[in-house]
């Protein structure tokens, strides 16, 4: 069995850190979608833990035509829940989600959607 350089083993240690800290960088967040109150309501929440900020909105969307629209905005590390309401049920709901963090001095964004559908 050959035997690893001081630099190989080094090198490989080094890239397997760098590995980590990357994939793991993101702040611990939950984006979901979710319909309510016989499907009259379409709640968006992001929850951002670690964050510098984070927001969310949710659409309602009708069988026929239309939408309901809302946004919510939360700071310092907390959450922005939101809900559309309509007296009209939702066929469909979608939330786009956004989180800014720093990591290492650099402002990052985090963008994601979900959605849900009718009960």
């Known amino acids: 069995m050959r035997k690893k350089g001081f630099f190989g083993g080094t090198a490989f240690v080094l890239a397997l850190m760098l590995f980590s800290i990357t994939a793991f960088a993101a702040p611990a ?21 670690s964050a510098t900020a984070c927001s969310v909105t949710v659409t ?44 290492a001095g650099i402002l990052n964004v985090y963008k994601t959607a979900s959605g849900a559908g009718r009960n």
Request: glycine share 8%; charged share 15%; with cysteine.
């Open 29 to 49: 967040n939950r984006c979901v979608t979710t319909m309510e109150r016989g499907n009259r309501a379409a709640m968006g929440i992001t929850e951002c833990h």
């Open 60 to 103: 309602g969307n009708f069988s026929d035509v239309g939408s309901a629209s809302y946004t919510a905005h939360g700071v310092a590390a907390t959450s922005a829940r939101v809900t559309a309401t309509s007296p009209r049920e939702f066929a469909s709901a979608n939330s786009n989600h956004r989180i800014e963090y720093y990591s």
